[in-house]
C-alpha cells in the first residue's frame, strides 16, 4: 500500500510539474510585449528636401500612344486599293478613310443571291409536295400500304 501512494504522489508531482512548465513557457504574458514584433517598433522616416538640380538633362526613348485606341477596320473584307488619310491627321465621323477592292464584295453578294434562290426552291418544291400529298390523302392513298409518297 505504502509503495502504491508512493507511486500515485510521484505522477500527481510530475502533472503538477508538467502543468506550471507549460503556463510558464507557452502562454505568453500580456504585460511584456514581443522585442520582435515590427509594428511596435518605431517607422524608418527620412527627410529630404527637393531642388531643382541646375546643368542636367536626361533624354528617355520611348513610345507615345493613346490611352484607349479602337479597333478600326472595315466591316466587309477586302484589300485595301487607296488610303484617303494620312497617319496623324484629324478625321471627321463619316469621313471614307480607305478604299477596298469590291471583287470580294461582288463573291460576297452573289454567294447571299445565290442562297436566297436556294432557299426560294425549296418553297416551291415544299408547296408542290403539299399539294401532293393533300390530293393523295383525299384519294385515300396514305392509309393503303401500296402507296408510296
Known amino acids: 500500500m505504502k509503495k502504491r501512494s508512493i507511486l500515485v504522489l510521484g505522477g500527481v508531482l510530475v502533472a503538477v510539474s508538467g502543468v506550471a512548465a507549460l503556463a510558464t513557457f507557452a502562454i505568453p504574458t500580456r504585460d511584456a510585449p514581443a522585442m520582435n514584433d515590427p509594428r511596435l517598433e518605431a517607422p524608418l522616416v527620412r527627410l529630404m528636401t527637393v531642388a531643382p538640380v541646375s546643368g542636367s538633362t536626361r533624354s528617355f526613348t520611348g513610345i507615345i500612344g493613346a490611352r484607349v485606341e479602337s479597333n478600326l477596320g472595315f466591316r466587309v473584307p477586302g484589300k ?25 464584295l461582288r463573291l460576297a453578294l452573289t454567294a447571299k443571291r445565290n442562297a436566297v434562290a436556294a432557299a426560294q426552291a425549296i418553297v416551291v418544291q415544299t408547296a408542290a409536295d403539299e399539294r401532293r400529298y393533300a390530293s393523295l390523302r383525299d384519294d385515300g392513298c396514305p392509309r393503303a400500304p401500296a402507296c408510296t409518297l
Open 80 to 104: 485595301i486599293v487607296e488610303r484617303l488619310v494620312d497617319i496623324g491627321q484629324q478625321v471627321r465621323a463619316g469621313q471614307p478613310l480607305m478604299r477596298i477592292d469590291d471583287t470580294d
